[in-house]
């Protein structure tokens, strides 16, 4: 059922017939609740999963729905090709006016020859025997997170052990600075 989603996703996406719901989406809690989804997975494949986040809230424009299948396709890729007992760390960072979630695990890496495609449709990495998909998931982030004005990248030196790091990049939602709260609005 997922991969069809997913399928359909991409479609929407490609054809432009998907809307985002945009509210405020405090980035804090959409991680948490991610970790929360693939908990079951993390749990069963024996890996450790550091969280760490941010003193200050870190709010964007977004579809919540939509982000949190964002983070939570690249929490579920990091627990299926990282080998039982590895590591994934995930980090919400704010950097200036834009808030990065880094997704970071100590599996087989990415090949540095398919950085450059991973993002693509139908493309998968060579370690995909325990996987079960069929390379839609990061097609999928990539076009979510420009559908809300971001970016995202992978970084892996291909080395076994090494891992891969996946960072999604958004505008922060800021209030402007002369924005008063409590005053009464105009009559």
Same mark, same amino acid.
């Given at each position: 059922?997922? $991969?069809?989603?997913? %399928?359909?996703?991409?479609?929407?996406?490609?054809? /432009?017939?998907? =809307?985002?719901? *945009? +509210?405020? !989406?405090?980035?804090?809690?959409?991680?948490?609740?991610?970790?929360?989804?693939?908990?079951?997975?993390?749990?069963?494949?024996?890996?450790? $999963?550091?969280?760490? %986040?941010?003193?200050?809230?870190?709010?964007?424009? /977004?579809?919540? =729905?939509?982000? *949190? +299948?964002? !983070?939570?396709?690249?929490?579920?890729?990091?627990?299926?090709?990282?080998?039982?007992?590895?590591?994934?760390?995930?980090?919400?960072?704010? $950097?200036?006016?834009?808030?990065?979630?880094?997704?970071?695990?100590?599996?087989?890496?990415?090949?540095?020859?398919?950085?450059?495609?991973?993002?693509?449709?139908?493309?998968?990495?060579?370690?995909?025997?325990?996987?079960?998909?069929?390379?839609?998931?990061?097609?999928?982030?990539?076009?979510?997170?420009?559908?809300?004005?971001?970016?995202?990248?992978?970084?892996?030196?291909?080395?076994?052990?090494?891992?891969?790091?996946?960072?999604?990049?958004?505008?922060?939602?800021?209030?402007?600075?002369?924005?008063?709260?409590?005053?009464?609005?105009?009559?």
């Amino acid at each position: 059922t997922r $991969l069809v989603d997913d %399928l359909l996703d991409v479609g929407r996406i490609t054809a /432009g017939k998907i =809307a985002l719901d *945009l +509210q405020p !989406v405090a980035l804090g809690e959409l991680v948490h609740d991610a970790v929360e989804m693939v908990a079951p997975l993390v749990e069963q494949r024996g890996h450790a $999963l550091a969280l760490a %986040l941010p003193h200050e809230p870190a709010v964007v424009s /977004g579809d919540r =729905a939509r982000l *949190l +299948q964002v !983070v939570s396709n690249l929490l579920n890729n990091a627990a299926r090709y990282t080998p039982p007992g590895g590591r994934i760390h995930v980090e919400l960072r704010i $950097l200036g006016t834009s808030a990065e979630i880094s997704v970071r695990d100590n599996g087989p890496g990415i090949p540095s020859h398919q950085l450059k495609d991973i993002f693509n449709i139908f493309v998968q990495g060579e370690h995909n025997s325990e996987s079960g998909g069929l390379g839609l998931g990061l097609s999928l982030v990539q076009q979510l997170v420009t559908l809300h004005r971001g970016a995202v990248s992978a970084f892996s030196t291909g080395q076994a052990g090494e891992g891969s790091e996946f960072v999604v990049r958004l505008p922060l939602l800021r209030t402007p600075p002369n924005a008063d709260r409590t005053a009464a609005p105009p009559a």
